[in-house]
């Protein structure tokens, strides 16, 4: 969900939630959308073909592997369709809907979120939506799919969150959703039934065509028990706008699922539209309302933080809703102060539907949860002889020359491995939570998400908890064309601007995962969960209630730490330390990042005189207990 400002906001969210609704009551139905749709010249269709190919041939880094896994052909397809366009003339082209599936089509095929053909004006910036959303449970002996929002104003004799959907259009719902996961992008089976769930009810135009029905018929059994059918046409509107993004170099360190970021401003547009009240509050400089078991935030379309009641005990739960930021800093500092005014018993961090965003906002969050050193991911370039002529005219890309060059005598198909998060700014303020943490993850985390994931587990902070199988594995950066012309301007450039407000983006740095599985891709494997919850009809419908009881159980088997700073006083050139301590054995203590002491501690309080402290600036304490660092707490003097 992506942050709307403001200066950024239509006129009908400035004031209050209220016009949301009426926004979507004014909404256009698909007939009348698509009679006014298409006005691409035949050279611009070339155009667009051209400057695929440019990307698929020159920049796509996961090429060698798409053309494995999944047996296509992205390039030759591309060419078969501009050979199609050179036999063709402006009165026998068909027409320009056809273009963009055939187009669509070769961008899906490599089943890559991150490498999207985005479609030009009417289509950008819009949505198509039916008023209520459809989720999957698993709790009995087969799947069931059940509504579990609807639009306000919306209704339906016997039609409200809980109904089962049956069948789609005739066709038994279960088959429906494969046959839509078919369709839809996903890197994995996981990843595809998830998007074909989700593209049932809401689907982008930018990314996506329109729905080829114009309305659907659903089949349900109603509150009542009775069985029912809705027909429901497809309606088109413009999309809530899309965040500020970040500028100069953070520009170029994002990883996030385009798609995603889409429905996810859509779902808040169509399903919580007092979000966006609480965000207009934070940039009017008010408190914004929230619910009485949450704690506001700064950032509401970015974080949830309340205190959740499970059967194990009282725990804190934050959920990351996205990484797509302005500020890598400024998300670190509210996650920290969030999870600050939570439990320190333990944390649920939760990341289910995050699309991802800013790199750094996601590795540099890792550092918080826990004492060991965090190792950002490496990412490498595909060598091709037009990412080496845009790295070496590129400073900030320099790291990446001496290994390409050297390709064109080894064959490398890589670059060499360089992380995107300077390891310093990584570790920079260290551990802010001590007590034990549950990451919950689903298909439909992405990009900077996995990478999330990836280091969560790759630096064994803590279970991860999946309600899938498989996170929805995009492990890469990925660039627009647009920016590609911007912030890598070359001689002889073969980038040239796209027609009409269409776009394309690019997975141009794939990234690797760090610790016990160094080396190993992200993209297409994803992450697999440590333990696996299969969401039940009591989660859709009351809140997760069944998935936070199983992280609750996990964090209750798990110790509580505490090492906390309560005194640090400097006298006679010797710094004294008392500390409060729990489930802590030992303690070593750094000044200034070089070892000064070793002592053992008992549970509780403890003081510490290191001497030699008078040009100190900085103190950290490591905690083990049985020789394991458990607790690491930094503070500058």
């Known amino acids: 969900m992506a942050r709307v400002t403001a200066d950024t906001a239509p006129e009908y969210l400035k004031q209050t939630a209220e016009p949301v609704r009426e926004h979507l009551s004014a909404a256009t139905q698909l007939e009348t959308f698509l009679a006014g749709a298409g006005a691409l010249t035949l050279e611009q269709r070339m155009l667009l073909v051209d400057q695929a190919l440019v990307l698929m041939e020159g920049n796509y880094v996961h090429l060698p592997l798409k053309i494995a896994m999944h047996a296509v052909n992205p390039v030759q397809r591309l060419r078969l369709i501009r050979r199609q366009l050179e036999q063709q003339t402006p009165a026998t082209m068909p027409p320009e809907w056809m273009f963009h599936s055939e187009m669509s089509k070769v961008f899906h095929s490599i089943r890559d979120l991150h490498t999207n053909y985005q479609l030009p004006a009417p289509f950008a910036g819009k949505i198509a939506f039916l008023p209520f959303r459809v989720e999957e449970c698993t709790d009995g002996p087969k799947p069931r799919f059940l509504v579990t929002r609807i639009t306000q104003g919306f209704s339906a004799p016997g039609f409200a969150p809980g109904v089962e959907v049956t069948h789609w259009s005739g066709v038994p719902i279960e088959k429906a959703v494969e046959l839509f996961a078919a369709r839809f992008a996903g890197s994995n089976a996981a990843a595809r039934r998830s998007r074909g769930i989700q593209s049932l009810t809401v689907r982008s135009l930018t990314a996506h065509l329109p729905p080829f029905e114009e309305w659907v018929t659903v089949s349900y059994t109603g509150t009542d028990g009775v069985a029912r059918e809705l027909r429901e046409n497809w309606q088109i509107v413009e999309n809530l706008p899309p965040m500020p993004g970040p500028v100069g170099e953070a520009a170029l360190v994002m990883g996030v699922d385009y798609e995603a970021d889409e429905i996810g401003r859509a779902n808040v547009m169509l399903f919580v539209p007092h979000v966006v009240e609480q965000q207009r509050a934070v940039d009017s400089g008010e408190t914004p309302d929230s619910a009485a078991d949450e704690i506001a935030s700064t950032m509401p379309q970015v974080f949830t933080a309340r205190t ?120 920079a303020i260290g551990q802010q939570y001590f007590g034990p943490v549950v990451l919950i993850t689903n298909a439909r985390c992405y990009s900077a998400t996995d990478m999330f994931a990836a280091g969560f587990q790759d630096h064994r902070i803590g279970t991860v908890l999946g309600t899938d199988d498989n996170t929805g594995a995009g492990g890469a950066n990925v660039v627009t064309q647009g920016e590609i012309m911007t912030f890598f301007p070359i001689p002889a450039s073969p980038y040239v601007p796209l027609p009409n407000g269409a776009g394309m983006r690019v997975s141009i740095r794939r990234s690797l995962r760090v610790g016990d599985r160094a080396g190993t891709p992200l993209e297409d494997l994803g992450v697999v969960p440590d333990q696996r919850h299969r969401m039940t009809r009591r989660d859709l419908l009351e809140g997760n209630v069944d998935l936070l009881a199983r992280a609750g159980e996990l964090l209750k088997e798990q110790p509580v730490r505490e090492l906390t700073i309560t005194d640090a006083t400097r006298a006679d050139g010797s710094l004294r330390l008392k500390l409060k301590t729990a489930n802590v054995d030992r303690l070593d203590v750094y000044l200034d990042r070089r070892p000064r002491t070793s002592v053992d501690v008992p549970d509780g309080q403890a003081e510490v005189t290191v001497s030699g402290a008078t040009a100190a600036r900085a103190v950290r304490v490591d905690g083990f207990a049985r020789g394991e660092l458990v607790a690491s707490r930094t503070q500058p003097l």
């Open 308 to 427: 959740v009641q499970t059967p194990s005990g009282t725990f804190g739960h934050v959920r990351i809703h996205t990484f797509n930021v302005e500020s890598a800093d400024a998300f670190v500092k509210e996650f920290v102060r969030l999870i600050g005014r939570l439990p320190q018993n333990g944390l649920i961090v939760d990341v289910r539907d995050n699309g991802g965003g800013l790199v750094w906002a996601s590795e540099l969050t890792l550092q918080t949860l826990t004492p060991r050193r965090i190792t950002p991911e490496p990412f490498q370039f595909i060598n091709t002889p037009l990412n080496l002529r845009i790295c070496r005219n590129s400073p900030s890309l320099r790291p990446w020359v001496e290994s390409m060059e050297q390709a064109v005598e080894t064959g490398s198909t890589f670059s060499a491995g360089v992380p995107l998060t300077p390891e310093a700014r990584a570790n």
